[in-house]
């Protein structure tokens, strides 16, 4: 169960049904983490963000799309 049942009402509410519905529950919660986190927090922290301002070039290995489409094609029992 859902520890905090508003926060999951509100997250459920702002995305469309159907993205989410039928989905394994590790899809949903990478779908979600993709929409919410991903973009808004670690890019610009961790990743670009931090990388400009001491002028390096770096690779985070999650935006490798090699690597994602391997992971992807993964069935969810062994991703867990």
Known sequence: ???FPEMQM???AAF?????EGRHPLHRSLYLWNKLGLAGYILPTVGD???MAE???GRLP???HLLFERVRG?????LM
Request: glycine share 8%; hydrophobic share 45%; no cysteine.
């Open 1 to 3: 169960a859902f520890p």
């Open 10 to 12: 509100r997250l459920v």
């Open 16 to 20: 469309p049904s159907q993205v989410l």
């Open 49 to 51: 963000g931090a990388e």
């Open 55 to 57: 002028g390096l070039e």
């Open 62 to 64: 999650f935006l490798d």
């Open 74 to 78: 993964l069935p969810p029992e062994q």
